[in-house]
């Protein structure tokens, strides 16, 4: 059981790149989210999905696209990366939504140059 | 944004000491819930405390709830140096899960 698992953990970039942030939990979860940390700071909810072939905007959407075909897997998509996107990303899962604590995956350490 | 915020943003304490962190929210909730994060690694979940409930307690930590005030406050007693970590508190307001800025929180031995 590997509870939830993002790769790659590192990664640098230049501006203007493309990349996918994937994110696989083995718990049969409907829940699952992705988040930013910026330094100093908590994290900021970018998209969620509370299943399979649903999907939906958080708190800083703009820049990021995602996508649920699969139960286990939800990847995150930078379009066009810009600098402003340096930041550490987390995935997390749970089993539903209310009242369920969240399951967070290591990070992936993105820098944008 | 309704990042919630947290308070002290960094406490050192020496070990055996406890520990309280606050934090304060904007929106209704339907429940709040207490994350630790070490260095360098993912959240880990703590402690859910639901909108009827006032107190609650998992070990060494005590959470309380005060809707009325939009607050709950996070105590560890009897730290360790290896409760040495950054805290955040989490509303869970709808579908969206919105966290505090965080506390830093250093136990020296």
């Known amino acids: 059981n590997a509870g939830v698992t993002q790769t790659p953990k590192f990664q640098v970039l230049k501006t203007g790149q493309s990349m996918t942030l994937q994110c696989a939990q083995d718990m049969n979860h409907e829940y699952m989210s992705w988040y930013r940390q910026d330094p100093g700071m908590g994290l900021r909810l970018i998209h969620y999905?509370?299943?399979?072939?649903?999907?939906d905007q958080g708190e800083v959407p703009n820049g990021y696209n995602v996508s649920r075909s699969t139960t286990e897997d939800f990847p995150l998509r930078l379009l066009s990366a810009a600098p402003s996107q340096t930041s550490v990303y987390f995935c997390?899962?749970?089993?539903?939504?209310?009242?369920?604590?969240?399951?967070f995956g290591d990070g992936t350490r993105l820098s944008i140059l | 944004s309704q990042q919630g915020e947290e308070d002290p943003q960094a406490l050192s304490i020496q070990e055996g000491e406890n520990a309280t962190m606050n934090c304060s929210y904007k929106?209704?909730?339907?429940?709040l819930q207490w994350y630790r994060q070490n260095s360098g690694r993912g959240l880990v979940h703590l402690i859910l405390?639901?909108?009827?409930?006032r107190e609650k307690h998992s070990g060494r930590l005590r959470v309380t709830l005060d809707t009325s005030k939009k607050s709950s406050s996070l105590l560890i007693t009897a730290s360790r140096a290896a409760d040495t970590a950054s805290y955040f508190c989490a509303n869970n307001a709808g579908n969206m899960l919105t966290f505090g800025g965080g506390t830093r929180l250093m136990v020296k031995p």
């Open positions: 929106t209704s909730i339907n429940n």
């Open positions: 997390a899962s749970s089993y539903s939504w209310e009242g369920q604590p969240q399951h």
């Open positions: 999905s509370v299943g399979a072939g649903i999907t």
């Open positions: 405390i639901r909108s009827n409930e």
